[in-house]
């Protein structure tokens, strides 16, 4: 059954500044013309989203396994994390949730900003 | 500095913009100057960018130029927003939200909005929607600009058109909403509800909208030949003179034109915006057009609006004041209170603003703070 | 030509006139005056400073001329004009090196974006520039005219302009403005400073300016590339202390001292990000002047 999957709306190598081992990085919204601190975290979901889009069960997945933690928080508190961040990157323009189709179409049908 | 009675400078380039390739360093030292005091540096620099001769200029200049475009174009961006934000604040409201001025320009697409600077944001609402509308946007962050006492209050309020100003306070965006064009208390009367009948909807913000090309244009008039206080009046001529040109073209807009202004009730406004957008800004129209707006001002009226308007219509600066300058300045300034109410309440209204005037001091921009640029007001 | 050939009642007249030229490179503004004390505080605090030619381009005409307003003028009081238009409440005539000052950095705040300007104090070591972005109030002009006299050439205590293109950072060199305790501070750190008269009862207390060392004005056109981010704090009693801070937050403090970054759009976003990441960003907190001078110079000596 399709799920709705989260994609990246930037390029982010001309709005997106990390630096490795930081807790923050900075994002620059085109749309709005604001700029944002943003945990590093958010970053981190930002970029693989911007290789390929992913539904929410596969960042679940990937926080999981993927990074680095000092103590790797539970399920339901990961989960909690992950929506926090999803809403407010949504917010300031950086990611956005499409409808339950497949990948390419739902990038096809994002609104015009 | 001597007298220039010639259009000035200003003027010259802006409507014939190849001239600028032959001035001098000097020349655009007191053409920026003007450009920046009549609050048309933006519309200039947009000039000389769309002629693609913005590189060619002298190297002093041209950062000037670039300075001014970032500013008015960072703007357009920030009052989308801006708009987009007061349509979710306000989207209760049965509305419809109607932007006037330069906002509704800007996004209805005009070209009366290239190069424009804003201060604030205009919005026109039916009359009955006033108090859910004030009630809604000071629950959300909106206030009052506080300098304003009871007395001031009530102007806003009952002899004007117009809640008192608004500010935003964490984003300090202002805000002036109106319910009528004119002022209830004005001597001719005009028919707001009409207003409200063929709104423009804007592409991407539901529940907000221009008015049609005829009212927009209406408006424009009205607001430059009511108003009393002009700092603004060249560049509100211009945005005449666009909106002129930019809408002439429409097919059957001049009849159009006259008709709506019969049927409102701003045939002396038109009738005055013709008059000096054609002789100070060469502005195209119908010549039989001024002739269908009824019986023209007497004489000696026109006599003296034409010495009013000829002063007060010159950019805000130093060279290019003619003589008569301040008596221009208060005879518009009592003619547009004349307009607006009643005599009895207008002296009072008079006596009370030239005292605080003698006893006010201009005030004072932050200039520790960083933050936006101060530009003029209005 | 410069200010120091012209004479007193010349220059006085001069500036009562048309005004004179002065070239605060990359700025030229024309001065005009009615008050001869400013003529007098002018001479002193731009002595080497280029005379421009009247029939030069003049990016800002400003005033400071006594108030019209008949009760303004009976408590002496002056105006700062810009392009014709007054720009302030009337201040005491007293005060009219400081309104003059103050009102050539709004023109620059307001009108120079060809520059990202960043509310900051910059100096200058080895080719390399310290930039301290900080709101009034952090200790940064103590500090600045501290470094200044020890070694660090000021570039400019209060606006720093960064060219988005080249990456460099330009300074004008003018003078460093001192409040209330830092003024008897910097006058005993640096007996050899030339302060201006102190004005007291200005909006931030009793100011004072100093005009930037010779070699800070003899240096004065060329920028320097940003090495180091830093924010001070002045706590009474601490030690000197730096501490490493993240990027980011250097970043957004930059952004948030910055007169003009948002209207460069994503251009300022990318020239800051470039800034910040050839720079080291550090927290720096202190209390004794010529503790902080020393610890600045064994941290940037290390560094190169």
């Known amino acids: 059954m399709p799920v709705p999957v989260w994609h990246c709306r930037q390029p982010i190598q001309d709005v997106l500044l990390t630096w490795e081992g930081e807790q923050h990085a900075v994002f620059f919204d ?84 | 500095m001597s007298v220039d009675r010639r259009r000035p400078l200003l003027v010259r380039v802006l409507l014939q913009p190849a001239v600028a390739a032959g001035l001098s360093l000097n020349d655009w030292d007191l053409l920026l100057r003007q450009a920046r005091r009549a609050n048309l540096a933006g519309k200039l620099a947009e000039q000389m960018d769309a002629g693609g001769w913005l590189d060619t200029l002298p190297e002093p200049v041209q950062p000037h130029l670039r300075s001014a475009l970032l500013l008015s174009r960072r703007q357009v961006q920030m009052l989308r927003r801006e708009v987009d934000l007061l349509r979710q604040t306000l989207a ?48 959300h962050g909106w206030a009052f600009d506080d300098e304003l006492d009871a007395y001031d209050q009530r102007y806003y309020r009952e002899w004007m058109h ?41 592409p991407g913000l539901p529940g907000v909208f221009v008015l049609p090309p005829e009212d927009m244009l209406l408006h424009s008039a009205a607001h430059l030949f009511h108003e009393g206080e002009l700092h603004n009046g060249l560049r509100d001529l211009f945005d005449l003179d666009a909106l002129l040109r930019e809408f002439g073209a429409i097919e059957g807009f001049w009849p159009r034109l006259a008709a709506r202004a019969r049927r409102i009730g701003l045939t002396r406004p038109l009738w ?27 004489a000696l009226a026109l006599r003296l609006l034409d010495f009013s308007y000829a002063r007060a ?40 603003k030239s005292w605080s005037r003698m006893t006010a001091a201009p005030k004072a921009p932050q200039v520790d703070a960083p933050g936006k640029p101060a530009g003029d007001r209005g | 030509m410069r200010l120091q050939d012209i004479d007193t009642p010349r220059l006085r007249a001069r500036m009562r006139d048309g005004g004179v030229t002065l070239r605060l490179s990359p700025f030229t503004v024309r001065v005009r005056s009615d008050i001869p ?69 709004w023109c620059i705040a307001a009108h120079a974006h060809q520059y990202l300007l960043i509310h900051s104090a910059v100096l200058e070591r080895g080719g390399r520039a310290l930039v301290m972005p900080a709101p009034p109030g952090s200790g940064k002009s103590t500090l600045c005219a501290a470094l200044a006299h020890r070694g660090w050439r000021l570039l400019s205590d209060e606006l720093g302009l960064l060219d988005l293109r080249t990456g460099l950072i330009h300074g004008m060199a003018r003078p460093i403005n001192l409040k209330n305790a830092s003024i008897p501070v910097i006058k005993s750190f640096a007996p050899e400073a030339v302060f201006s008269a102190s004005m007291p009862n200005t909006s931030k207390g009793t100011v004072a300016l100093v005009r930037a060392p010779q070699d800070a004005i003899d240096a004065r056109l060329t920028p320097a590339r940003p090495a180091w981010v830093v924010l001070p704090s002045w706590r009474a009693d601490a030690p000197a202390r730096l501490t490493p801070i993240e990027r980011a937050r250097a970043f957004m403090d930059l952004a948030e001292q910055s007169f003009n970054y948002d209207i460069h759009g994503q251009a300022g976003f990318q020239g800051l990000g470039r800034m910040v990441d050839g720079c080291e960003c550090l927290h720096f907190e202190y209390s004794r002047l010529d503790e902080a001078v020393a610890l600045f110079d064994a941290f940037t000596e290390s560094a190169s």
């Not at chain 1, 933690?69 to 990157?89: F, G, M, V």
């Not at chain 2, 600066?317 to 009643?342: F, I, K, N, Q, T």
């Open chain 2, 313 to 352: 219509l010159r950019p805000d600066h130093d060279s290019c004041r003619l003589p008569g300058h301040e008596l221009a300045e208060g005879a518009l300034y009592v003619r547009s209170h004349w307009l607006r109410m009643p005599f009895g309440l207008l002296a009072l209204h008079l006596a009370r």
């Open chain 1, 30 to 113: 085109p749309v709005s013309g604001d700029t944002h601190l943003i945990a590093a975290l958010g970053a981190q979901l930002a970029e693989w989203l911007a290789v390929a889009p992913m539904d929410r069960d596969q960042l679940l997945h990937r926080l999981t396994h993927d990074v680095d933690w000092d103590e790797l928080p539970s399920p339901d508190a990961l989960a909690e994390l992950l929506n926090s961040h999803l809403h407010r990157l949504a917010d300031i323009h950086l990611l956005a949730e499409s409808p339950a189709t497949t990948p390419v179409e739902a990038l096809a049908e994002e609104p015009s900003a």
């Open chain 2, 92 to 139: 209760e409201l049965p509305g419809p939200l109607i932007l006037l001025k330069g906002a509704a320009y800007a996004l209805g697409g005009q070209a009366a909005a290239l190069g424009r600077l804003f201060s604030d944001i205009d919005l026109l609402i039916p009359s009955e929607q006033l108090p859910r509308c004030e009630t809604t946007l000071l629950v």
């Open chain 2, 272 to 298: 005055l915006a013709l008059r000096y957008t054609r002789s100070l800004l060469d502005t195209p129209y119908p010549d039989s057009l001024p002739d269908e707006l009824g019986p023209p001002p007497g």
């Open chain 2, 162 to 202: 117009e809640l008192p100003p608004l500010h935003h306070e964490r984003r300090g965006t202002s805000l002036d909403v109106h319910h009528t064009l004119l002022p209830p208390t004005a001597r001719t009367p005009l028919d707001t509800r009409a207003l409200f009948e063929s709104p423009r909807p804007l």
């Open chain 3, 37 to 105: 004390h400013l003529a007098d505080d002018i001479a002193t605090m731009y002595r080497d400073f280029e005379l421009v030619d009247e029939r030069e381009f003049v990016d800002f005409h400003v005033a400071v001329l006594r108030s019209p307003h008949w009760l303004s003028r009976l408590q002496g009081r002056a105006e700062f004009w810009f392009d014709g238009q007054r720009s302030f409440t009337p201040l005491p005539a007293a005060q009219a090196l400081a309104m003059l000052e103050w009102g050539i950095n």
